[in-house]
């Protein structure tokens, strides 16, 4: 059974940066859908953005038009873990974080399409 754990949540100032990371254990997660959700109290759990492979050791990624040009995701198969880069962050980012993993042919912006999730992080972002 794969499990994912985030790390590296914290409180920033707007303007600010963050690199979550998401590991894997229990087996490889190379060819699984790799995103990071983010939710707010009373919210429903909002698609941030996915890493997709699509042949070989290529990957593509799809963002939400809220980060687009502001977060990055990256992964690193060797070490079986993905990574979302946070840039210019806002007060409208402060969310927790959820790494997710699915098997599903396509990049599904819904959150019911992933069978793997880690526990969250905490993201605030406040002056």
């Known amino acids: 059974q794969v499990q994912l754990v985030e790390s590296g949540g914290g409180l920033v100032a707007p303007g600010g940066s963050l690199s979550l990371s998401c590991v894997a254990s229990?087996?490889?997660?190379?060819?699984?859908?790799m995103a990071w959700f983010r939710q707010t109290p009373g919210m429903q759990r909002e698609f941030v953005g996915a890493?997709?492979?699509?042949?070989?050791?290529?990957?593509?990624?799809k963002y939400a038009d809220s980060v687009k040009g502001r977060f990055t995701i990256s992964r690193h198969n060797a070490k079986n873990t993905v990574y979302l880069e946070m840039n210019n962050l806002k007060l409208e980012d402060t969310a927790v974080y959820y790494c997710?993993?699915?098997?599903?042919?396509?990049?599904?912006?819904?959150?019911?399409?992933?069978?793997?999730w880690g526990q969250g992080t905490q993201v605030t972002v406040s002056s």
């Open positions: 229990g087996g490889p997660t190379s060819r699984y859908i």
């Open positions: 890493s997709t492979r699509i042949g070989g050791n290529v990957y593509t990624t």
């Open positions: 997710a993993g699915t098997t599903a042919s396509n990049t599904p912006l819904s959150p019911e399409a992933y069978t793997l």
